[in-house]
């Protein structure tokens, strides 16, 4: 009965009570090394296998698998570290990396749902206008740079009407370029990429078979000999059938994704304060 009463035998006793607590509560631990245990399985194997073929379009080689494996190691062990030392914590990469995640995560319960032919037609008739096809032309062009006077021009152009002027004869009063001397069938961003922005929307009110102008472009000024114009038309279903789908999908995933946030958000309280809290409240 002495003993019991000993002081060190107390802080003992006390000391082994704690332990017992602690055990129970929290289970055994053995510091530093169940944290620090990676398990490499076949599903590990198969995942890693399956990137590889997708980006080389093959097959890994024995030793290329096991370079690949040592690398996947190596990647768990620094990633382990990295969250043991909270490199994670407030790290916007990290961060966004694993919004990412998040995203695909939500994004797979909007690719449930097949998409039909009947989803791609509903979609094509209420947004028609979103399926155009743009204006094409076919024309000739004589260039008279910057410089010229655009009341001798337009006189010029009256005269070659009045002649039926042929083009030959009518280039030969312009000016050398390296600019096309026609376009035949092209669409509008086309003609804009070789005579400037905007260059096309003039071509639109000129009439065919006859010269127009002048028309300025980013080089200067032109008289214009429209030979057909093919004006913006709605595209045929099957011409933008593949667009559409790829469309609906993305807009599924986009509302999986929102989805999954509402459902999420509803879980937290968020509290927002100072400024933050003057702006959410405007």
Do not use: C
Request: glycine share 6%; aromatic share 10%; charged share 25%.
């Amino acid at each position: 009965m002495k003993t019991f009463r000993k002081p060190w035998f107390q802080i003992a006793l006390l000391g082994i009570l704690v332990g017992t607590i602690l055990l129970i509560l929290l289970g055994p631990q053995v510091p530093g090394e169940s944290d620090r245990k990676i398990v490499v399985d076949d599903a590990d194997v198969a995942q890693l296998i399956a990137s590889w073929q997708s980006t080389w379009n093959r097959l890994p080689t024995r030793e290329e698998l096991s370079g690949i494996l040592q690398n996947h190691v190596r990647e768990e062990v620094l990633y382990q570290e990295a969250l043991k030392l909270g490199l994670d914590q407030k790290n916007a990469v990290v961060k966004r990396a694993l919004i990412t995640q998040m995203d695909m995560l939500a994004e797979g319960q909007g690719t449930q749902r097949e998409i039909t032919d009947e989803d791609i037609l509903a979609y094509y008739n209420l947004r028609k206008d979103q399926f155009v096809s743009p204006p094409r032309f076919s024309f000739r062009q004589v260039y008279f740079g910057e410089t010229i006077d655009t009341a001798a021009l337009a006189t010029w152009k009256e005269a070659w009407n009045a002649t039926s002027l042929r083009f030959e004869q009518a280039q030969q009063k312009g000016m050398p370029t390296m600019l096309p001397s026609g376009m035949e069938n092209l669409r509008s961003d086309q003609v804009d990429r070789e005579f400037g922005e905007g260059f096309s929307k003039a071509l639109e009110g000129m009439p065919p078979g006859g010269w127009s102008g002048p028309v300025s472009s980013a080089f200067g000024w032109h008289l214009i000999y429209l030979d057909t114009l093919f004006p913006a038309s709605p595209m045929p279903l099957p011409a933008v059938q593949d667009e559409i789908y790829n469309q609906l999908e993305y807009e599924e995933k986009n509302a999986a994704r929102e989805q999954f946030y509402t459902e999420l958000i509803q879980q937290y309280d968020v509290t927002y304060r100072g400024l933050a809290k003057e702006i959410v409240n405007e």
